[in-house]
Structures are given as structure tokens and as C-alpha cells.
């Protein structure tokens, strides 16, 4: 009987050990939309800005989590090509550049389920391209590329489609360059929807 027990026991321990320390790791790719928010940056040349509206995000993510908490970790790689063209009176003006997007997060599941939505925080850095500055085709200006750090807020949910593959459509507004910024740089903000398919590897 004790013998029974103590094998039990064990046993039990060892279960709970494994739902404990166990965790799920995903990779996703993913891509959606890119909406600046920065005035400078979305008035159009004739109005003295860069004439940039809404864009387009490509990247890949991945997920870690734990299966008796409702947090999820990430770590994600995001590119967003920023590019306008715009012809006033007879002369063509046009502009390019890519945002790129590294981050660190958690997510907060809300309430499990085949559709789990949750809400988000992440710690940005985020890498601004070197960017041209065109006119009728000829290059008359070049920046070079630099970096800041900044956060993204958002909500999001996770729907499973296969055993093995989840779908995540998320909404965030990410801070670009909260901080490193030098003295009188505006905030570029940008308002940014992805969907994602995560494959389970772990």
C-alpha cells in the first residue's frame, strides 16, 4: 500500500512538474498595414511634408508560452517600406525609406478558448533607413539611418485553426522614438495591423 502510494505520488509530482515547466514555442510570419500618425510625415509635398500615408509591414515573430499562465513572451522583426511620390505643378517629388521594427513583449491572454484575445506591451527598438529625397528622378537629398527605442500598446486574438497552426490578428499603436531622440525631434508614431500564422515547434 505504501509502496502504491509513493509511486503515485512520484508520478503525480512528475505530472505536475511537466504542466509546470512545459512550455510552448511558436514561429509565426506575418504582414498587414502601416499607418503614420506624424504630421510632417503625412502632409503632402505641396504642403511642405513627405507626402507618406499608409503602408504596408511583412516580418516574423515568435511566441512563448507557459500552459498555466495567461502570459505569452515575444520577440518579433518587423520591416515597414515608407515610400511616396507626388507630382506638384510639373516637378515630381518622391521619397523613400523603411522603418525597421525589433521588439520584446508579453501578451495577457483574457480568456482561453478556440478564440483567445488578449491585450499587449512591447519594448521597441526601432531602426529608421536610410532615406532619399528625390526630385523628377534625381536624388537632392540622403540621410543616414538611426536608431531609437520606443513601446507599442495593443489588443489582438488568437484563433487556432489546426492542431499546430494559429491565426493572430492584431491591432497596436506603437511610440517609435520614445527615447534617444535628439533636441526638438517630433514623435513618429504609427498605428499598425498584422495578421500572423504560428506553426508549433516546441
Not at 502504491?4 to 510552448?24: C, D, M, N, R, T
Not at 506591451?121 to 537632392?140: I, S
Not at 504609427?190 to 516546441?202: E, I, M, N, R, W
Given at each position: 500500500m505504501?509502496?502504491?502510494?509513493?509511486?503515485?505520488?512520484?508520478?503525480?509530482?512528475?505530472?505536475?512538474?511537466?504542466?509546470?515547466?512545459?512550455?510552448?514555442?511558436?514561429i509565426?510570419?506575418?504582414g498587414?498595414?502601416?499607418?503614420?500618425?506624424?504630421?510632417?510625415?503625412?502632409k503632402?509635398?505641396?504642403?511642405?511634408?513627405?507626402?507618406?500615408?499608409?503602408?504596408?509591414?511583412?516580418?516574423?515573430?515568435?511566441?512563448?508560452?507557459?500552459?498555466?499562465?495567461?502570459?505569452n513572451?515575444?520577440?518579433?522583426?518587423?520591416?515597414?517600406?515608407?515610400?511616396?511620390?507626388?507630382e506638384?505643378?510639373g516637378?515630381?517629388?518622391?521619397?523613400?525609406?523603411?522603418?525597421?521594427?525589433?521588439?520584446?513583449?508579453?501578451?495577457?491572454?483574457?480568456?482561453?478558448?478556440?478564440?483567445?484575445?488578449?491585450?499587449?506591451?512591447?519594448?521597441?527598438?526601432?531602426?529608421?533607413?536610410?532615406?532619399?529625397?528625390?526630385?523628377?528622378?534625381?536624388?537632392?537629398?540622403?540621410?543616414?539611418?538611426?536608431?531609437?527605442?520606443g513601446?507599442?500598446?495593443?489588443?489582438?486574438?488568437?484563433?487556432?485553426?489546426l492542431?499546430?497552426?494559429?491565426v493572430?490578428?492584431?491591432?497596436?499603436?506603437?511610440?517609435?522614438?520614445?527615447f534617444?531622440?535628439?533636441?526638438?525631434?517630433?514623435?513618429?508614431n504609427?498605428?499598425?495591423?498584422?495578421?500572423?500564422?504560428?506553426?508549433?515547434?516546441?
Open positions: 505504501k509502496r502504491s502510494l509513493l509511486i503515485f505520488a512520484v508520478i503525480s509530482l512528475f505530472f505536475v512538474y511537466e504542466q509546470v515547466v512545459a512550455q510552448s514555442v511558436q509565426g510570419v506575418g498587414g498595414l502601416t499607418v503614420l500618425t506624424n504630421e510632417d510625415a503625412t503632402s509635398f505641396s504642403e511642405g511634408g513627405l507626402g507618406l500615408g499608409t503602408g504596408y509591414n511583412y516580418g516574423a515573430k515568435v511566441k512563448v508560452g507557459l500552459p498555466l499562465s495567461p502570459f513572451f515575444t520577440a518579433g522583426a518587423f520591416w515597414h517600406p515608407l515610400k511616396s511620390e507626388e506638384v505643378s516637378v515630381k517629388y518622391g521619397f523613400d525609406q523603411t522603418l525597421s521594427n525589433y521588439s520584446l513583449g508579453v501578451e495577457m491572454v483574457l480568456f482561453p478558448g478556440p478564440l483567445k484575445p488578449y491585450i499587449s506591451a512591447e519594448f521597441l527598438q526601432t531602426t529608421f533607413g536610410e532615406a532619399t529625397y528625390k526630385v523628377d528622378e534625381v536624388e537632392v537629398a540622403k540621410f543616414d539611418s538611426f536608431t531609437r527605442q513601446f507599442a500598446l495593443g489588443v489582438g486574438a488568437t484563433f487556432t485553426l492542431p499546430i497552426i494559429d493572430d490578428l492584431a491591432a497596436k499603436y506603437q511610440m517609435n522614438n520614445m534617444g531622440k535628439e533636441a526638438e525631434e517630433d514623435n513618429f504609427s498605428f499598425v495591423v498584422t495578421a500572423t500564422v504560428y506553426f508549433d515547434v516546441l
